[in-house]
């Protein structure tokens, strides 16, 4: 079933665990230290039961919670309807959000009585918040008011009701409040002229929507801008009638998770808990295409394609966060050079160099470059947001970093933008001139990528990919995108040479040469053909005439899975080395030390700057790849039925 | 969709909204026989179902069920 994307939906969390239930109950039972277990399973698209159980859960292990990472919170609520669902979701929602969430809530219609009352049972709770979670009804702006000047008067006595009650929070409990601007009802009375007609409940509620914000707020109190949220779900979705004659309920209940997470983000940003940093992937986030690969020229950027300028748009808006005080920074596995070309010759490219903070471009591990770029700035790795466009770059970073925010994109750059804005990482509760300045200040300092440490265990990471990887020699059916990849690689590319399809088909049945297609498949798919091989066979020396690879895979063991096969065929047919060359081209520098690493020996420098190498075969030693290799034995076996 | 196909489905969402495993399933369950199934839970017990099974109970027809087997029936009738 194809599944259209919700209104409701948490698009940016990946969806919940398929044994949730199972591992919330060994969350309650299990005596170690729970946060980050409990984090994980928060770090999800829960639906309305799912929260309340893991919430359940959470009041269960407050006590081991209270020494942990996770920020207290005690939210007290005053609502003049049903807010139980949307109460139950906050600790759960609350821990996506760094929080431990503690809530009282007023009873039923109690709401004015608790708040107003200096003994009553919220103030007993000591919230350190509290949430008026006020509507219409309660404000008495649900009746039509046609009279003359009636509108204005029923807003400005909800204003001043809204205010009493703030007041009363302040002087009690010292506390500051969160208010709420008013989704619009759905009902309209004139239609279009609703607008114009001071005294229509639309008029009236977008009017006291209008000035809450500068009238009712003081410093300390926050506003929860619930009318947006509901907009940008679509009122006739949001109101459902049927739950609010039932029980007062006064949204939909599919609804609940995402206002439980936009109201956190408004608690989390209150303590300062809000992401700081947008750390962004270049190769198919910033721009289409590969640009080691496809030169300025070739990538897909600005106006006249609909990818191109929706990776635009996506520049844009990372300069608006910029203005605001959101710091920029650059992971991306490429050459510093090639990586650094757009910024400095694409003449669509809205970002330049002076925007990005620290710009870090090798072929190290993302999780590694990302500790790299939050030490660099002097923040935490958890005030980093991650947008990448590859599955296996976002599930690694996840393994290894759960704390740095990793929004599922999908696949479309179009939703990239629009999935990274509705996760609401970098949500604000004030802008101010050190916001203004923030960025350049991280500017003086932007540090140049420099080769990092390898860190994390990367063979755990690469175990836990399933990797498969097929190993064939040339034929037919892979003839034609054999001859794609030899003229379009540039970079893992040893030698460069470009043959045409009719040279592809003359090495596949010319005896004199060994071939290799190689396919790599992981539990995020299929990447197809991704590497090319082709040997010259001799007597005692078989040649490397070409050996390229898509950086795709890069870092994944691929190259020793290839090694490990030609010289298995080598070997059996009686060569004694293994011979390699590097031909230099302004884009291969990557593989400048291909031969060295794989344990071949320096022979010779040749002319044009490249080297030769070579490996003796009878010391290889095949290493342990964290992979199946597939067709690897038959390719030597057909090899050796072909010479009979 | 059978009856029978229904109760199991509606078994598996009494132990998730409920927070019960392996329940003893017969078609006279109340609230009253389930510690978890509050008038809260109860509502996420309605919503649920109207997820799983793609439909929608007016207010007067889950307010007058006397027991689990007849909101069970109560489907059946909507998904024929």
Redesign the interface.
């Known amino acids: 079933m194809i599944a259209l994307r919700s209104p409701f939906a948490l698009t940016w969390l990946l969806p919940p665990v398929h044994d949730f239930?199972a591992q919330v109950k060994a969350l309650v039972k299990d005596s170690s230290h729970p946060a980050d277990a409990i984090r994980n399973l928060a770090n999800r698209a829960l639906d309305?039961?799912q929260l309340?159980?893991l919430g359940?859960a959470i009041t269960a292990r407050g006590d081991s919670l209270a020494q942990t990472s996770l920020r207290p919170c005690r939210l007290g609520i005053a609502a003049t309807h049903t807010a139980?669902?949307l109460v139950?979701a906050l600790p759960a929602t609350g821990v996506r959000h760094g929080l431990l969430i503690d809530t009282y809530q007023a009873d039923f219609g109690q709401a004015a009585q608790a708040v107003l009352s200096p003994s009553s049972a919220l103030y007993n709770f000591k919230p350190d918040m509290v949430y008026l979670a006020l509507d219409p009804f309660g404000l008495g702006l649900a009746q039509p008011r046609l009279d003359e000047g009636g509108g204005e008067e029923a807003v400005a006595a909800a204003l001043d009701y809204t205010k009493s009650l703030r007041d009363a929070v302040h002087s009690t409990a010292g506390v500051g409040v969160i208010l709420q601007t008013l989704p619009t009802p759905e009902l309209s009375l004139f239609g279009s002229f609703d607008s114009c007609q001071p005294g229509s409940v639309r008029w009236m509620v977008q009017t006291f929507n209008q000035r809450l914000a500068a009238e009712a707020m003081k410093p300390g109190d926050n506003l929860f801008d619930c009318a947006a949220l509901a907009e940008s779900v679509g009122l006739s979705l949001w109101h459902d009638a049927?739950?609010w004659?039932?029980?007062k309920?006064p949204f939909s209940?599919?609804a609940v998770p995402l206002c439980a997470d936009h109201l956190c983000r408004v608690l989390a940003s209150a303590r300062g808990l809000s992401r700081k940093c947008l750390v962004l992937d270049l190769d198919n986030t910033l721009w289409g295409g590969v640009i080691g690969d496809d030169g300025v020229e070739g990538i897909t950027l600005g106006q006249g394609s609909g990818d191109g300028e929706a990776f635009l748009a996506i520049q844009n808006y990372a300069k608006h966060l910029r203005m605001r005080g959101i710091v920029l920074a650059v992971c991306s596995k490429n050459e510093d050079t090639n990586a650094r070309l757009p910024f400095l010759k694409h003449e669509e490219m809205l970002l330049t160099e002076d925007d990005i903070a620290v710009f870090v471009a090798n072929w190290t591990d993302k999780a590694s470059n990302l500790k790299y770029i939050a030490r660099s700035l002097n923040i935490g790795t958890e005030a980093l947001v991650f947008l990448d466009d590859n599955p296996a770059e976002r599930e690694r970073v996840r393994q290894e970093l759960p704390e740095v925010a990793v929004p599922e994109v999908g696949s479309d750059p179009a939703d990239f933008l629009p999935i990274l804005t509705a996760a609401g990482y970098f949500e604000a509760v004030s802008f101010g001139d050190e916001d203004r300045k923030r960025a350049g200040m991280y500017q003086a300092n932007a540090v140049r990528a420099s080769e990092m440490q390898r860190i994390g265990n990367m063979d755990d990471y690469l175990r836990s990919l399933d990797m498969e990887c097929s190993l064939r020699p040339f034929d037919a059916m892979g003839r034609a995108r054999i001859a794609q990849l030899i003229n379009k690689s540039n970079q893992f590319n040893l030698t460069t040479r470009r043959y045409t399809e009719a040279e592809v088909l003359g090495f596949e049945s010319d005896p004199a040469f060994y071939t290799l297609q190689i396919r790599l498949a992981d539990r995020f798919g299929d990447n197809g053909m991704i590497s090319v091989v082709i040997i010259e066979k001799g007597e005692s020396d078989w040649r490397c005439d070409t050996w390229l690879m898509s950086c795709r895979v890069l870092g994944r063991r691929v190259e020793e899975a290839a090694l490990s096969n030609v010289v298995a065929a080598a070997e059996k047919e009686g060569a004694m080395r293994l011979i390699g060359d590097w031909l230099p081209t302004p884009k291969n520098g990557l593989v400048e030390k291909h031969f060295e690493h794989l344990g071949f020996e320096f022979v010779d420098d040749l002319p044009d700057g490249g080297t030769r190498w070579a490996l003796d075969i009878a010391s290889y030693k095949a290493p342990e790849l964290p992979m199946a290799l597939a067709g690897a034995a038959e390719t030597v076996d057909a090899l050796a039925k072909a010479e009979i | 969709m059978t009856r029978s196909e229904i109760t199991m489905q509606v078994i598996d969402l009494m132990e998730d909204v409920f927070d019960v495993d392996d329940l003893e399933y017969n078609d006279a369950l109340t609230a009253a026989d389930i510690e978890e199934w509050d008038s809260l839970s109860n509502i996420r017990f309605v919503v649920a179902i109207e997820k799983e099974f793609g439909i929608r109970f007016a207010n007067s027809e889950i307010s007058d069920l006397e027991n689990v087997g007849a909101m069970v029936d109560l489907i059946l009738v909507k998904k024929t």
Do not use: V, Y
């Open positions: 239930r309305l039961n309340g159980l359940k139980d669902f139950e049927s739950r004659h039932a029980g309920i209940l599919d």
